[in-house]
Nanobody
Framework: VQLQASGGGLVQPGGSLRLSCAAS????????MGWYRQAPGKQRELVAA???????NYADSVKGRFTISRDNAKNTVNLQMNSLKPEDTAVYYC????????WGQGTLVTVSS
C-alpha cells in the first residue's frame, strides 16, 4: 500500500495550496480518506475526512477555508486550502481507513510572510 502526498510548500498568509494524495495497493473506493496534520510540538489532528459516500467533515479551524474531495477513478484525494493562516503550518498526512489504517509520508505546508 502506498499513499503518495504532494503539493505542500511555502505560501504567504491568505494564499492557497492544493494537496493531492495518490493511493495504490488498496481498493480506493471503499476506503474512508482523510487529511491530518501535525504541527511542531503538537499532536496529529484530523483536518478533513471524506467517506465512501463522499460525505465530508472538517475540523472547526478549517471550515469554510478547506475543501476535501476524492476521485475514485484516479484513486486520489485532494485538499484545497484557501485563506491560509500561519497556524495552518504543519506536516500534512494522507490517511486511508477501511479495516486497516494507512498513512502517507507527509508533505510540509508552511504559511509565512
Amino acid at each position: 500500500v502506498q499513499l503518495q502526498a504532494s503539493g505542500g510548500g511555502l505560501v504567504q498568509p491568505g494564499g492557497s495550496l492544493r494537496l493531492s494524495c495518490a493511493a495504490s495497493g488498496i481498493i480506493f473506493s471503499i476506503n474512508n480518506m482523510g487529511w491530518y496534520r501535525q504541527a511542531p510540538g503538537k499532536q496529529r489532528e484530523l483536518v478533513a475526512a471524506i467517506v465512501r459516500n463522499s460525505s465530508t467533515n472538517y475540523a472547526d479551524s478549517v471550515k469554510g477555508r478547506f475543501t476535501i474531495s476524492r476521485d475514485n477513478a484516479k484513486n486520489t484525494v485532494n485538499l484545497q486550502m484557501n485563506s491560509l493562516k500561519p497556524e495552518d503550518t504543519a506536516v500534512y498526512y494522507c490517511n486511508a481507513q477501511f479495516v486497516d489504517s494507512y498513512w502517507g509520508q507527509g508533505t510540509l505546508v508552511t504559511v509565512s510572510s
